[in-house]
């Protein structure tokens, strides 16, 4: 009995899956910002998608407009970075196409003045 219920929770699993191809990230844009900037991410498979990571950090949030296109908000960050989405069909994998540079955030001077 016990292998029985062991082949049937690996089934399921299976299961769970299927029908779910891994994603591919076609564009990222803008492909440069802060912490903040809301990018738009093009590719293939995204219904379904669990996350959005730049590197190795989440995105602060998500949504997922259509099977071709991701809306995210870059979380903060340094250097470039790839933009990875994950569905339960895997992750993206990376390529010059998914890339996100950050840029230094702007200094805003106030009462400044030369004398």
Do not use: C, W
């Amino acid at each position: 009995m016990r292998y029985l219920l062991l082949f049937a929770a690996l089934a399921f699993a299976n299961v769970a899956v299927a029908g779910f191809t891994t994603p591919v990230v076609t564009s990222v844009s803008p492909g440069s910002g802060t912490a903040g900037t809301s990018t738009t991410i093009t590719g293939l498979h995204f219904v379904g998608s669990t996350a959005v990571a730049f590197g190795a950090t989440a995105a602060t949030s998500f949504i997922v407009n259509s099977d071709t296109q991701i809306t995210a908000v870059a979380p903060a960050g340094s250097g470039t970075v790839d933009v990875t989405v994950t569905n339960p069909g895997g992750k993206s994998a990376t390529s010059a196409a998914d890339q996100f540079s950050y840029m230094a955030t702007p200094v805003e001077l106030q009462d400044f003045s030369v004398h």
